[in-house]
Nanobody, 121 residues
Framework: QVQLVESGGGLVQAGGSLRLSCAASGRTFSRYAMGWFRQAPGKEREFVAAIYLTTDYADSVKGRFTISRDNAKNTVYLQMNSLKPEDTAVYYC?????????????????WGQGTQVTVSS
């Protein structure tokens, strides 16, 4: 069983930055593929970034967001720069049993409660 707790969301002006954190319980954190997804009102939860041995990003955030992990701290991060109003959403951290980068939310087994990110224009 893994519990995930996100933090770091908030209100920021367009062009600003935020860093999200996702703290995980459990002793096997390093074995999980991790990802960030987001869900805007009235929309489905969409892929943002994934990390395993490598990283990958949705086209909409490539070059602006960076995912990283610190296995010693059981934490995954999402550094978000050059934020745009369209980045406004609830951001969720997910953990997957499967190895490799995971892009499909159906392949994630654990989710955090989410953290709100609001970007004003």
């Amino acid at each position: 069983q893994v519990q995930l707790v996100e933090s770091g969301g908030g209100l920021v002006q367009a062009g600003g930055s935020l860093r999200l954190s996702c703290a995980a319980s459990g002793r096997t954190f390093s074995r999980y593929a991790m990802g960030w997804f987001r869900q805007a009102p009235g929309k489905e939860r969409e892929f943002v970034a994934a990390i395993y041995l490598t990283t990958d990003y949705a086209d909409s955030v490539k070059g602006r967001f960076t995912i990283s992990r610190d296995n010693a701290k059981n934490t995954v991060y999402l550094q978000m720069n050059s934020l745009k109003p369209e980045d406004t959403a609830v951001y969720y951290c997910g953990a997957s049993y499967y190895s490799g980068l995971q892009y499909d939310r159906e392949r994630y087994h654990y989710w955090g409660q989410g953290t709100q990110v609001t970007v004003s224009s």
